[in-house]
């Protein structure tokens, strides 16, 4: 038998063990896939009014009711627009978006959060809102791809101005596909690299959330509150590091405590949040170029608070 065939016939063999090793891997990682995505998890049950009532609105009436709703509705947009990047995945009209659409890591889509056809919350109760925010787990108790992790820390009335402004939007009407997941998508799930936000953290189940934020005051009391919604990125400990199911092009989040600002002024940090622009005059990269669309819009004692944390948590390495 020739060289060039003996060669052949070695590289048909070795491709088919190959073929055969990834068809094996493909239908294990299927199937560990839709094992986590069949979980089901109990969630301590948490319900809030919506609207938030005034405070001290001991004689109801239909004037002090609008008042109420007027009021919540205006925190919520205010939420919305400067602190909690909702549009980024359900869109401008909350009709519905795109997380991701890749046909190797799959097909998530933002669904449809208004009170037209197709809504995904028209019959959403207090206790299913909270569910699904601040634990990432649907009504029906199985796990939701929402990246929820940045919502643990959400206080009560946080997440029903939230409500209220969504409700108030025009009905839009859009039904979107469940998520599907590609071979990509299905080998991360089952190895555990793209983490569901109701497996993060288990003990957050159990526990109540608050019932209001913070007092608003430049202090970092008030930032530490507002800065749960970057721990997503930036870790908890804001040491920054490689983004966990993020695309392989994002750069690492950076680190925040004052090990990785080192030099930085509050008028360096507002620059970077509202204008994109670091302090050695470097533009932002993605993910964190989206967020000065977001940060324009906080209020001078909001991006006062969020330094006041951030220069006081420990000094830490940045993550490898």
Known sequence: MGVVKKIAIGLGGLIGVLVVAGAGAYVWAGSAASSKLANTYTIKASTFPVPWPLTGDSLRSAESEQVGLDSAVARGKHLVEARYVCVECHSTNFG???MIDDPAIGTLLGPNLTMGAGSRTVQYTAADWDRIVRHGVKPDGRPAVMPSEDYFA???????????????????????????????GKMLIATGQFKLSADMHPSAHEGAHAVLPPAEA??????????????????????????????????PAANLTPAGLVG?????????????????????????????????NMTDIEMQALWAYISTVPPVASAK
Request: with cysteine.
């Open 218 to 251: 430049p202090n970092a009391e008030f930032g530490k509150h507002l800065a749960q919604v970057c721990t997503g990125c930036h870790l908890p400990s804001f040491a920054g590091g490689p983004i966990i199911g993020g695309p392989p092009d994002w750069p």
């Open 96 to 98: 519905g978006g795109t």
């Open 154 to 184: 959400m206080s009560d009335r946080e997440l029903s101005d939230i409500v209220a402004y969504i409700r108030s939007l025009p009905p839009v009407d859009n039904t979107v596909p469940a998520p599907t997941f590609g071979p990509v």
């Open 264 to 296: 930085w002024t509050y008028t360096d940090f507002e620059r970077a949040m509202r204008e994109g622009v670091r302090k050695d005059g470097t533009k932002l990269r993605e993910p964190m170029a989206l967020m000065p669309k977001y940060a324009k």
